[in-house]
């Protein structure tokens, strides 16, 4: 079993960075690099959708085109440890960001999520 962890979320305003933090943890967790990231987001009465994702096998990182340019994903397989540096947001990135792991796949359906953390963005 995996647990994630989301972290850093808050309100900003536009044109403003943030940095979201995940933290992996359970009996399975190891090794992390096994796992590919994604980082989901579910807007304010809109269906949960894809933003980013750090492949297992290649280290890959694919993105949305909505975020392609102003999001990096990035991981610490030492550390059970991925992140999403979010630059240049707008209130359209306002948001429940999730993390999810997928083992040893790159299927969009991932085995694992976390609770989420509440983005805000203001104009």
């Known amino acids: 079993q995996v647990q994630l962890r989301e972290s850093g979320g808050g309100s900003v305003h536009a044109g403003d960075s943030l940095t979201l933090a995940c933290s992996g943890t359970?009996?399975?967790?190891?090794?992390?690099?096994?796992?590919?990231l994604d980082w989901f987001r579910q807007r304010p009465g809109k269906e949960r959708e894809f933003v980013a994702r750090?492949?297992?096998?290649?280290?890959?990182?694919t993105y949305a085109e909505s975020v392609k340019g102003r999001f990096t994903i990035s991981r610490d397989n030492a550390k059970n440890m991925a992140w999403l540096e979010m630059n240049n947001l707008n209130p359209d990135d306002t948001a429940v960001y999730y993390c999810?792991?997928?083992?040893?796949?790159?299927?969009?359906?991932?085995?694992?999520w976390g609770r989420g953390t509440q983005v805000t963005v203001s104009s």
């Open positions: 999810a792991a997928e083992f040893m796949m790159n299927t969009g359906r991932p085995n694992y």
């Open positions: 359970g009996r399975t967790v190891n090794p992390w690099n096994r796992y590919t």
């Open positions: 750090s492949s297992w096998s290649t280290g890959t990182t």
